[in-house]
């Protein structure tokens, strides 16, 4: 008996990639990177800035809860007592000081805190409108009369001092307030036209305020900062006297 012998296996070809080939890949992962990087970037600083205004929001609803047990106050600022802060007033009403902090805040006061004495440093992402301090006459809620208008906290720059408050008052000459040269150039970019105290780009070219009716949103500095002398405004949103 014959057996026919099965036909040999064809070879199987393996073509590797060419080096055109190869950089054709590459060129295209690399536009494709290109463009999907800052996509993801935005997403992921849209989230931190979500999360911010969820800490305003709260800190907000604390800042209510205070007026409706002091009086219609807002809590203090630390000027002119340095150990009277809305950071301790507020805190009560709040259920972690964690929310004191931006997702976005990478100020280096986080991980190395001012020296001593600690009534007089504040470590926290979002400082108050020094037009509401206790000493003025703007403290209570019913000072306001468009509460709803006017900035009552706003996101420190990452490089000012631990404090807990900013001034308004100094970034223009107030004929309500004693112009101070020396504060006036610690708190104002005379070149840019802008406060140097907030971080006004912190979230994509935006930042987040709280409101004295306990509303927050994200803003730009431009929608902000206006004067209307005629009404004696000279602060935008953060003019008290609107």
């Known amino acids: 008996m014959f057996f026919s012998q099965p036909p040999p296996r064809a070879r199987s070809l393996r073509r590797g990639f060419t080096l055109i080939e190869l950089l054709v890949v590459i060129s295209i992962l690399s536009l494709l990177a290109s463009i999907l990087f800052p996509v993801f970037a935005r997403a992921r600083e849209n989230a931190r800035r979500t999360s911010c205004l969820s800490n305003l929001k709260q800190i907000g609803l604390a800042f209510m ?3 409706q047990d002091y009086d219609e106050a807002y809590p203090l600022s630390s000027f002119p007592a340095g ?21 976005s805040d990478t100020g280096a006061r986080w991980d190395a805190p001012a020296a001593p004495p600690a009534d007089s440093y504040y470590t926290t992402s979002y ?8 000493t003025n006459p703007y403290a209570k809620l019913p000072a306001l009369q468009r509460p709803a208008s006017v900035i009552i906290l706003a996101e420190a720059n990452a490089d000012v001092a631990q404090r807990d408050h900013f001034h308004p008052f100094y970034w223009t000459n107030d004929p309500d307030m004693a112009f101070s040269a020396y504060m006036h150039g610690q708190t104002w970019d005379g070149g840019h036209n802008e406060t140097t105290e907030l971080a006004l780009r912190r979230h994509l070219d935006t930042f987040n305020a709280m409101y004295g009716d306990g509303h927050v ?12 002398a005629s009404r004696g405004i000279l602060e935008g ?4 006297r609107q």
């Open 65 to 67: 809860q205070y007026s």
């Open 83 to 103: 150990n009277n802060s809305w950071t301790a007033g507020a805190q009560p009403y709040l259920k972690s000081t964690q929310l004191f902090r931006c997702p």
């Open 127 to 134: 400082i108050m409108n020094a037009w509401i301090a206790g």
């Open 217 to 228: 949103k994200a803003t730009r500095w431009s929608q902000v900062w206006w004067q209307d």
């Open 237 to 240: 949103s953060f003019d008290p």
